[in-house]
């Protein structure tokens, strides 16, 4: 599906074809979510991010900035250069939200280090990947966090390409991607998250609202690529896991764009 028509046309198959549980993987599906949803009301469409609910619609809120966060405590305390990059694929609020937490992370670790921000303006485009990620390079960053989709991959090429920089995987570990340059990656358990709702559909609990999954649901977490482990010292480990422990604790709140109505979230 590429298209919002794409988006509306495939929703109202799987609805007429008695669907009980339709997933739309991304902010860009809420729309079509929301037109459909109330043509089969038998039939639960759940987005991943967005900010619109129904009776049949929610959608399912990634706590994605609290390991963004954790990658931003990495960058900052192991960029040698002072300066570290953000490049994303299209500026959609939940990517925009987790580049303020790896921002913050880092500025928690040392304010003085410079954030260079850019977007692809697609992601699928390795080349146009490859072209951001050099230009940052060429500007000092030796550790660049991309949520980039198939876009990433030219972010790869190029630290592969030059020395000493790292970049984190995002969504996934993609840490056998690219294992000499990938330090870490910000994973969504998707299938646990999935599960999690299908269950409850199964058993006729489910009940619409914002449903958010982060951290202490073991949903999102930060995961260390065993190929580079000794890359992260033992103080930095240590400080991670305090980090970790505070965000659960409430201590430490990662800043987020507001891009959903928290006082109806479930």
Sequence with gaps: MKT???????FRAYG???????????FEFQDA????????????????????????VA???????????????????????????????TDL?????????????????????????SYIGNWDDASAG?????????????????NADAAGLGIFQAAKESKNVYVFGANSDQSSVAP???????????????????????AGTFKPGILYLGTRSDVTKLVI???LASHIPPGLRATLDTTRQAILDGRVRPPRIEFVDSTHSR
């Excluded at 109330?38 to 609910?53: A, D, L």
């Excluded at 959608?59 to 040698?80: D, K, N, Q, R, W």
């Excluded at 990620?133 to 991309?146: P, S, V």
């Design 4 to 10: 919002p028509a794409d988006f509306e046309e495939n």
């Design 16 to 26: 007429a074809q008695g669907y009980n549980l339709v997933f739309g993987h991304g």
């Design 33 to 56: 979510a929301s037109r459909v949803g109330p043509e089969f009301p038998h039939t639960v469409y759940i987005t991943t991010s967005g900010n619109r609910s129904g009776a049949n």
């Design 59 to 89: 959608p399912m809120i990634f706590g994605f900035e609290e390991p963004s966060y954790l990658a931003g405590v990495i960058a900052g305390t192991l960029s040698h250069s002072r300066v570290v990059g953000v490049i994303g694929g």
């Design 93 to 117: 609020p939940p990517v925009k939200s987790s580049f303020l937490a790896f921002t913050a992370g880092v500025h928690a670790v040392d304010p003085r280090v410079t954030v260079l921000t």
């Design 130 to 146: 490859k072209e951001q990620a050099l230009a940052q390079i060429q500007r000092g960053a030796d550790f660049i966090f991309q």
């Design 180 to 202: 000499t340059v990938v330090i870490a990656s910000v994973v969504i358990d998707l299938p646990h998250a999935f599960l999690t709702v299908a269950r409850e559909v199964k």
């Design 225 to 227: 690529n065993p190929a």
